[in-house]
């Protein structure tokens, strides 16, 4: 399994697009129309799992979590999912490790994630600092990790 960044000139670009608009997950098909409208500039990355030359998953790096306002944490590891074909091969802790280490060599301290999930963040170091009333989805916990 490789852990890939992937922008419009990568070969992986039109394969994540697809990939995401049948995702399972609502928020993951929300990564394709994001990616139509040209949103990865800049500070936004999407990374990818490949296995087989295949899609296993994804997540993104970005400044903006989605949160309401009064909470001024940045930058984001969202929109963090895993095939259910390649569930429990720890895709999802290799895709955090890339963003992470990404955030590493842009001379970050800290990285920040949002989930409904309780108890699965934390076993890859990420600590809880705050509930919120989510905007969109249903991800409601803020987790913080210092790099």
Not at 30 to 57: H, P, S, V, Y
Request: aromatic share 14%; charged share 30%; hydrophobic share 35%.
């Amino acid at each position: 399994m490789e852990i890939i960044l992937v922008n419009e000139n990568e070969p992986y670009w039109d394969k994540l697009m697809a990939f995401s608009s049948k995702c399972s997950w609502n928020p993951g098909k929300n990564l394709a129309t994001r990616m139509e409208n040209g949103d990865f500039k800049d500070d936004k990355q999407i990374f990818a799992a490949i296995e087989n030359d295949e899609i296993a998953g994804f997540c993104v790096f970005e400044e903006d979590g989605y949160i309401p306002p009064e909470y001024d944490y940045h930058p984001f590891i969202n929109l963090v999912f895993v095939d259910e074909s390649c569930r429990g091969k720890r895709v999802s802790e290799k895709l955090i490790e890339k963003a992470l280490s990404y955030g590493k060599e842009l001379g970050l301290t800290r990285v920040y994630l949002k989930s409904e999930h309780r108890g699965l963040y934390e076993k890859y170091g990420f600590k809880k600092i705050a509930d919120f009333k989510p905007i969109v989805g249903l991800a409601d916990q803020i987790f913080e990790k210092t790099l």
